[in-house]
């Protein structure tokens, strides 16, 4: 049972009358794992594709500047749709949403194993990008409009997190294994858990309200966001290859400023707008957001810098690359369960700074390889405890993310801190491979390993200023002032 149909109907004597609803039922264990499978498969997603691409570039004779898109086709509908499918989840149903969703990931990972060719792939990557964008929100907000706020909570998202990293970790080894035998069987390997994720989410997800209780999308505001989302990261897509200062570059990030002006604007002037700007402007929101476009795009960067150093410097091959990440993996999906219930005891606020600086120093310790560099003096360290800021970081963002926000609105909550998420990891990387390359080009290009000090030094630099964005968190309720004039129903508010 949704919080939306949950509040029990009182006498005036304040006991329930005999009409009363019962109270909200908590989904069981099964339905939790159901919504973090859909979490593993969209990390493994993410993950395995990066070691495949020298395989797929040879099996389908693919140039350079088309391999890219194999990733960031995935990226641009990601990034692009995620606003559109939060607002989807919360209007049209969170469980129908995210059935639709899973049933078309599974569908299009099936296409793309099977692609003849590189269009037919980017194609496919495009469309399974897309539906991850419905997906994420959708999933994210069934749990926090189904467990309830605090410890339940905490909990229940300190799982969904860890599930996150274990797919992350996990597509980067099992990406690397299976591509010995087969890059296809890279893109065939979320699809059985999607078929499981879906057959389970049918019988065991709450069903979503009546459509009569939900409001219309804003097609206008729709438009203008999604599109103007989907030019933004296809100019910071392709910025590094045609110039940041481009013509064909200023041109597309003009148009996204336009498109995005327009939906501001478009939104001022409607009582059912997609996103309320009061949304936008919360203190919280804005701290939440700008501390995960921060934290993740720190995150997207080291890997690509990590992954690159390993091989390129070092001379490991991909599968001891992608096993050097599995110590992150396994210390976060440690200690993640209980970050949740730490951000619900001791505030949120002080656990993502906290995570921030773990962060920050794990990055900082990165400085210290060098050619000679061994695994358990240098990379080791590095790892666990970027394992620990990042299980302190993500449960606690999700938190502050959703704390005082009415459920009609919890899909949107997630939609944005996702789409700061994605935003942040290109804009962060396309910085950071820009400085590696002039570091390159300065060196002359007899040293493998220049640029990659610079380029850590801005991560380091990328996450300090997201832990001066948690100032702006607050561990004391916000009142909810998303709910349209006149329509505000009894059980809504967080």
Same mark, same amino acid.
């Given at each position: ?99 639709? +969703? @899973? =049933?078309? *990931? /599974?569908?299009? $990972?099936? %296409?793309?194993?099977?692609? &003849?060719?590189?269009a !037919? ?14 997906l ?25 997190a ?17 591509t ?13 858990? +999607? @078929? =499981?994720? *879906? /057959?389970?989410? $049918?019988? %065991?997800?709450?069903?979503? &309200?009546?459509?009569? !209780? ?8 729709a ?47 409607r ?6 700007l ?26 690509f810098? !990590? ?21 992150l ?61 990042t ?104």
């Amino acid at each position: 049972m949704t919080a939306e149909a949950s509040t029990p109907a009182h006498d005036t004597a304040g006991r329930a009358g005999p009409r009363a609803r019962s109270a909200p039922v908590v989904p069981g264990v099964l339905a939790l794992v159901t919504l973090c499978a859909s979490h593993f498969m969209d990390a493994i997603d993410l993950s395995d594709v990066g070691v495949a691409l020298p395989a797929i570039q040879h099996g389908l004779g693919m140039s350079p500047a088309s391999l890219q898109w194999v990733v960031s086709a995935y990226a641009l509908g990601y990034g692009g749709f995620l606003l559109l499918g939060g607002r989807a989840a919360d209007l049209l149903g969170r469980r129908r949403t995210f059935l639709t +969703a @899973v =049933a078309v *990931f /599974a569908v299009v $990972g099936v %296409l793309g194993a099977v692609a &003849p060719g590189g269009a !037919a792939l980017i194609g496919a990557r495009l469309v399974k990008g897309v539906a991850a964008g419905f997906l994420a929100p959708a999933a994210l907000s069934l749990i926090t409009t189904n467990w309830p706020e605090g410890r339940e909570r905490g909990r229940a998202l300190g799982w969904y997190a860890t599930a996150g990293a274990g797919g992350f970790v996990g597509g980067l080894v099992l990406g690397g294994a299976l591509t010995e035998v087969s890059w296809r069987l890279v893109f065939a390997l979320p699809v059985p858990i +999607a @078929v =499981a994720a *879906f /057959a389970a989410g $049918g019988r %065991l997800l709450p069903p979503d &309200p009546p459509r009569a !209780a939900r409001r219309r999308i804003d097609v206008a505001g729709a438009l203008t966001v999604t599109g103007g989302l989907l030019v933004c990261v296809y100019a910071i897509a392709q910025a590094p290859d045609h110039g940041w200062t481009s013509v064909r570059t200023i041109a597309l990030f003009t148009v996204a400023v336009l498109l995005l002006a327009a939906f501001l604007r478009l939104e001022a002037r409607r009582a059912d707008a997609l996103v309320p700007l009061s949304f936008l402007t919360r203190r919280r929101s804005a701290g939440t957001n700008l501390t995960i476009f921060a934290m993740w795009g720190a995150y997207t960067s080291f890997a690509f810098l !990590a992954t690159l150093y390993l091989q390129n410097v070092l001379g490991w091959s991909p599968l001891a690359t992608s096993g050097a990440f599995v110590p992150l993996g396994l210390v976060n999906g440690a200690v993640a369960p209980f970050a949740g219930r730490l951000a619900a005891r001791f505030g949120t606020q002080r656990v993502i700074a906290t995570g921030m600086l773990l962060l920050a120093a794990s990055y900082a310790m990165f400085l210290r390889i060098g050619p000679e560099a061994s695994f358990v003096s240098v990379v080791l360290p590095v790892m666990v405890l970027n394992g620990l800021g990042t299980a302190a970081t993500f449960p606690a963002l999700n938190m502050s993310a959703v704390s005082g926000v009415a459920d009609r609105d919890q899909g949107l909550a997630g939609a944005l801190l996702n789409t700061s998420m994605q935003i942040g990891g290109a804009v962060v990387l396309a910085v950071v491979t820009a400085v590696t390359e002039a570091g390159r080009r300065a060196g002359g290009g007899a040293d493998p390993s220049a640029g990659y000090l610079p380029a850590t030094a801005v991560v380091i630099g990328v996450v300090l200023a997201g832990l001066a964005a948690t100032t702006l968190l607050r561990d004391t309720r916000e009142p909810t002032t998303t709910a349209p004039r006149g329509n505000t129903r009894q059980g809504e508010a967080s």
